[in-house]
């Protein structure tokens, strides 16, 4: 049975950090994988995606501050958020998938497996 569990979300003043954890079983260690956020009423967008050769893509709003990362040996994937805005306000999700190739997926419909989410606040 696949499980993708969420952790270290949290609320958080404007300019602080938090770092956020996905623990993977059920499934090899060599899938693509991801860190997506949807706020309120807005619809599910990638925030940040790994492949199996360690190759990154972020979305422009979060890139320089936040910063994904994968261990393979533990099978778990990280999510380090820096310079949180109120804009990063939103249930993060951690999802995994087979890799399309050497490229490095960033739409939904890329990844069928999905944890539940942890919520991120960020306030003044």
């Known amino acids: 049975q696949v499980q993708l569990l969420e952790s270290g979300g949290g609320s958080v003043e404007v300019g602080g950090s938090l770092s956020l954890s996905c623990a993977v079983s059920g499934l090899a260690n060599d899938r693509c994988m991801g860190w997506f956020r949807q706020a309120p009423g807005k619809e599910r967008k990638g925030v940040a995606t790994?492949?199996?050769?360690?190759?990154?893509d972020y979305a422009d709003s979060v890139q320089g501050r936040f910063t994904i990362s994968k261990d393979k040996v533990d099978n778990s994937l990280y999510l380090q958020l820096n310079s949180l805005k109120p804009e990063d306000t939103a249930m993060y999700f951690c999802a995994a998938d087979w890799c399309p190739g050497e490229s490095v997926p960033m739409k939904e419909t890329d990844f069928g497996y999905w944890g539940q989410g942890t919520q991120v606040t960020v306030s003044y």
């Open positions: 790994i492949n199996t050769y360690g190759d990154t």
